[in-house]
């Protein structure tokens, strides 16, 4: 297909890339970059969110080369992220992001034992964040003092795949089970009749009661934060190719389909930070593209109107984002934590990760690490 061989090429130019900001970007786990170059949370933050993602590319890039150095460097974060697992107010929601792109990728190249055991404790300590009043999984962490134990995001959704996978490997339903209730109750609460999704969800932790909506970090409460589009359209369905329900896979078309609506309307642009931010505002989240782009290319194998749309979403990133200046430890361009950020316009590791994942979606070489193994590949 013509799409095929555009992603390889565009993989090869990115590998390329890639083998020498490895080279020297040993004993590091980036979140971001300052003049071109990766910081390091592993000295200043090991519980961040994003520190599976660069581990992630690196066994990806091994997945697609062979190249040992990427193994090496992906197994060094691997082993990093263990301050992480002994830390119990350092584990929350974001266990999938950390340990599915780390341990459960390795345990999929290899099976690895020790890695095997990671993936499996991060999966148990996710199961036992729901809270069965209200049927969520609690996502940050607080002082102790119990201010955030009502708070789900849909963020979470990502992080259901380490629940599924645990439930394949151990053949254990009970994280199957929690998963699916996490989703029935962002299905309920999080995703508004026109197919948006909310960002922050506050319930009441003793009853269960839904309480309301918080903005988080869209333009506001009610509007549109594209990133968290994503992750309810990636989100859902990844649900629906784990369960097979056809529930999970409708409300994924649902949210895909405003997705494309409102990328109709921002066209001479990449995805905003928000669908509903001024539109004289051009503030943009590359992230957000590259994400939608995976869940629509895995909505694209039932509907191929959605391959499309990922298409044009890589094509602009491809085109006007992305930098082979090998001088430059990043992919992407024009990235955004939060709208409210005061860092505008900056890079963002999940961004580059997103985007090596969706090309190879369609290469047909990729890795899976959200998504479970494909029966056709």
Not at 7 to 20: F, M, P, Q, R
Request: glycine content about 8%; overall charge negative; hydrophobic content about 40%.
């Amino acid at each position: 297909m013509k799409e095929q061989a555009w992603a390889e090429k565009t993989v090869d130019a990115i590998e390329k890339k890639l083998y020498k900001v490895a080279g020297r970007s040993r004993g590091i786990i980036p979140y971001t970059t300052d003049d071109g170059r990766f910081d390091d949370t592993s000295k200043s933050s090991i519980c961040w969110w994003t520190n599976g993602f660069f581990g992630g590319m690196m066994w990806q890039m091994y997945h697609y080369t062979g190249k040992e150095l990427y193994m090496e460097l992906a197994i060094d974060i691997e082993e990093k992220l263990d301050e992480n697992l002994m830390l119990p107010w350092g584990m929350d929601h974001d266990s999938g992001f950390k340990w599915l792109p780390t341990a459960v990728a390795h345990c999929k190249i290899d099976l690895n034992e020790k890695s095997f055991n990671r993936g499996i404790l991060a999966a148990e300590n996710l199961a036992g964040r729901f809270n069965p009043n209200g049927s969520f999984i609690r996502a940050w962490n607080d002082s102790g003092d119990g201010t955030r134990a009502g708070t789900a995001i849909i963020d979470c959704m990502m992080n259901l795949p380490l629940l599924y996978w645990a439930s394949d490997v151990t053949h254990d339903p009970r994280f199957s089970q929690v998963a699916t209730r996490h989703a029935d109750m962002a299905q309920k609460y999080f995703i508004r009749e026109n197919g948006s999704a909310i960002h922050i969800g506050i319930f009441d932790p003793n009853t269960g009661e839904f309480l309301r909506s918080d903005g988080g970090q869209g333009y506001g409460v009610g509007s549109s934060w594209t990133r968290g589009q994503a992750w309810a359209l990636y989100g859902f369905t990844l649900s629906a190719l784990y369960t097979g329900q056809e529930k999970y896979s409708d409300t994924a078309r649902k949210v895909a389909d405003n997705f494309i609506l409102q990328m109709s309307k921002w066209d001479k642009m990449g995805i905003p930070i928000d669908f509903d931010q001024p539109h004289d505002c051009k503030r943009e989240d590359s992230s957000a593209a590259a994400i939608a782009a995976c869940g629509l290319i895995e909505l694209g194998r039932l509907d191929e109107k959605y391959l499309e749309a990922a298409l044009r979403l890589l094509e602009f990133l491809v085109e006007n984002r992305l930098s082979l200046d090998e001088d430059k430890d990043y992919l992407l361009s024009n990235c955004a934590d939060s709208f409210w950020s005061n860092r505008e316009q900056m890079t963002l590791i999940y961004a580059d990760y997103f985007l090596i994942e969706a090309l190879l979606k369609l290469t047909g070489k990729d890795l899976p690490v959200f998504t479970p193994e494909r029966k056709d590949k």
